[in-house]
């Protein structure tokens, strides 16, 4: 029997999981949770661009737990835990593209209980996946280590290039280029450990290579000269790259990192190692690897496109989530995730 899936708000990420769940051949849209009044009883078809579909969308949870629902796609800007754990306690799985639930030790303890609780209650299961944290902090390393006996570092680098992305406030208000680096707070590029870290950490437990702590930092590189983007104009001096980083330490040595480079050119100050979109894997140990993984898709359809790197594994976890055992259930707890194509 198809699952029954419920689409938990419509963003960017919310409206390409809809999509795939429309023309998954098997999963069935039962419902959709919208936050704007705007959107409040209009057809899920309508929201995403595609055809009616019957299902209408809805601002009350007690409508979605009356659906019975197998399985809700969580993808709200921020996590509220009672909603979760109300899901969770109504015998719906959760499937989420927020990352709270990577990792149950890295919860807070009372947290954690509220929703273990909720999953005993309602015989159901919660995992946190996406691209990034996810699929690329987690299902790739483990499918590369699992060629290696020794490991001495494994180092993920992901590359954004902004340069075509016409969104001002975005790149400039936002994010800060186009800033004298002294106004940029890069204090605020180490969120990652929070962001980063759970993941982190599951991929060190599971190679029985637990760390001893993570640390975050960030750094920013300036433009050499003045240069025009899609977004506006960057002047020589200015913030035109930023990077994060992230380290799982053990016996005082990183030995998992992740580091984010956003750019919007390549020609800095001080001169980084800049590649095209997408992902670089290292692997040092006996049996090294030097992997790229690149979207190949043109700059100006990388808006359009790149939800779907979050959303389709998410969308694809469904029935392995759905069959879970009731809990916290992490990349490690459920089998490989495979897409059903046909």
């Not at 409206?15 to 936050?35: C, D, F, K, Q, S």
């Not at 109300?86 to 639930?101: D, H, K, P, W």
């Not at 799982?248 to 190692?273: H, K, M, Q, S």
Request: glycine share 8%; proline share 6%.
């Amino acid at each position: 029997m198809s699952p029954r899936v419920v689409q938990w708000a419509t963003g960017n990420i919310g409206t390409r999981a809809m999509r795939a769940v429309i023309e998954h051949p098997n999963l069935t849209l039962a419902g959709v949770y919208v936050h704007s009044p705007d959107k409040a009883g209009k057809d899920a078809g309508e929201l995403c661009g595609y055809a009616r579909t019957g299902v209408v969308a809805t601002r009350n949870i007690d409508e979605i737990l009356a659906l019975g629902a197998d399985c809700v796609l969580y993808m709200p800007a921020a996590c509220d835990f009672d909603e979760v754990c109300r899901l969770l306690e109504s015998g719906a799985n959760v499937v989420t593209t927020r990352g709270e639930f990577h990792r149950p030790d890295s919860m807070d303890p009372e947290i954690r209980k509220r929703v273990e609780a909720a999953c005993e209650r309602g015989g159901t299961s919660v995992h946190s996946t996406g691209s990034s944290p996810g699929f690329i902090t987690e299902a790739v390393p483990l499918v590369l280590t699992s060629i290696q006996r020794r490991l001495d570092r494994l180092t993920i680098s992901e590359f954004a290039d902004l340069s075509r992305r016409d969104s001002p406030g975005l790149l400039f208000d936002i994010m800060g280029f186009g800033k004298p680096p002294a106004e940029l707070d890069e204090r605020r590029l180490a969120h990652g450990r929070i962001s980063f870290g759970p993941s982190l950490r599951l991929l060190a437990d599971a190679l029985s290579m637990p760390l001893d702590a993570v640390e975050a930092s960030g750094e920013v590189a300036t433009a050499r000269e003045t240069t025009r983007i899609a977004a506006g104009t960057l002047e020589a001096g200015t913030v035109a790259a930023q990077r994060m980083t992230v380290s799982g330490l053990r016996n005082g040595r990183a030995v998992l990192r992740f580091r984010a480079l956003w750019y919007c050119i390549t020609d800095l100050e001080p001169a980084w190692d800049v590649r095209d979109t997408g992902w670089h894997i290292a692997v040092e140990g006996d049996a090294p690897l030097d992997v790229d993984l690149r979207f190949a898709v043109p700059l100006e359809r990388m808006g359009a496109t790149s939800p779907g790197y979050t959303a389709h594994r998410a969308v694809n976890a469904v029935p392995y989530v759905c069959a879970a055992a009731p809990g916290i259930r992490t990349s490690v707890d459920l089998p490989q995730i495979v897409a059903m194509l046909g």
